[in-house]
T-cell receptor
Framework: TQLLEQSPQFLSIQEGENLTVYCNSS?????LQWYRQEPGEGPVLLVT?????EVKKLKRLTFQFGDARKDSSLHITAAQPGDTGLYLC?????????????FGKGTKLSVKP | EAGVTQSPTHLIKTRGQQATLRCSPI?????VYWYQQALGLGLQFLLW???????NRGNFPPRFSGRQFPNYSSELNVNALELEDSALYLC?????????????FGPGTRLTVT
């Protein structure tokens, strides 16, 4: 069974601080996606990383896929209250075409003004 | 372009009843996925449909079932509802039988079982 572990589970910071969220597994994934979810809404896709070692930037957000495609990180620079939400990583299994994504339990981020 | 839509937004049922949830995928997407997001458990994969066929199933009992229609919309049925079925049910769609194809989510249906 492939699992994705996210850390930290909760993060409360002040506006302007930097933070990093980690997503780790012992399994290899063909791709990894990061989502942000607001309370009572569906997850919104932020980015997909496919190649080991890949780095993608989305404004103040930097996403990295580990060289072995087993882990990923999300770094936010100068966090703002609008970044508040649940951040989820999700991996596509590398073996077979199972279709479904494996989700981490998420990191609940709160950015205080 | 319209995103994934789900109905109803909220659904309240009593234990033992049946619930039917509906999902319309993004135009051009042939795959529909159903996930359950219960408090504290994260997103758990339920079912995957593509081109009208069930392609994969998560670790849920048979009373969770569904189908996909010729227009690629989908229905999730939950029979003999139990209190622990209370959760946000999310539908996602993607381009189909491509491993790792990006999944786009709808707003969800909040099911409450009393």
């Amino acid at each position: 069974t492939q699992l994705l572990e996210q850390s930290p589970q909760f993060l409360s910071i002040q506006e302007g601080e930097n933070l990093t969220v980690y997503c780790n597994s012992s399994s290899v994934f063909s791709s990894l996606q990061w989502y942000r979810q607001e309370p009572g809404e569906g997850p919104v896709l932020l980015v997909t990383v496919v190649t080991g070692g890949e780095v993608k930037k989305l404004k103040r957000l930097t996403f990295q896929f580990g060289d072995a495609r087993k882990d990923s990180s999300l770094h936010i620079t100068a966090a703002q209250p609008g970044d508040t939400g649940l951040y989820l990583c999700a991996g596509a299994p590398s073996e077979g075409s199972q279709g479904n994504l494996i989700f981490g339990k998420g990191t609940k981020l709160s950015v205080k003004p | 372009e319209a995103g994934v839509t789900q109905s109803p937004t909220h659904l309240i049922k009593t234990r033992g009843q049946q619930a039917t949830l509906r999902c319309s995928p993004i135009s051009g997407h042939t795959s529909v996925y159903w996930y359950q997001q219960a408090l504290g458990l994260g997103l758990q994969f339920l079912l995957w449909y593509d081109e009208g066929e069930e392609r994969n199933r998560g670790n849920f009992p048979p009373r969770f079932s569904g189908r996909q229609f010729p227009n690629y919309s989908s229905e999730l049925n939950v029979n003999a509802l139990e209190l622990e079925d209370s959760a946000l049910y999310l539908c996602a769609s993607s381009l189909g039988l491509i491993t790792g194809s990006e999944q786009y989510f709808g707003p969800g249906t909040r099911l409450t079982v009393t």
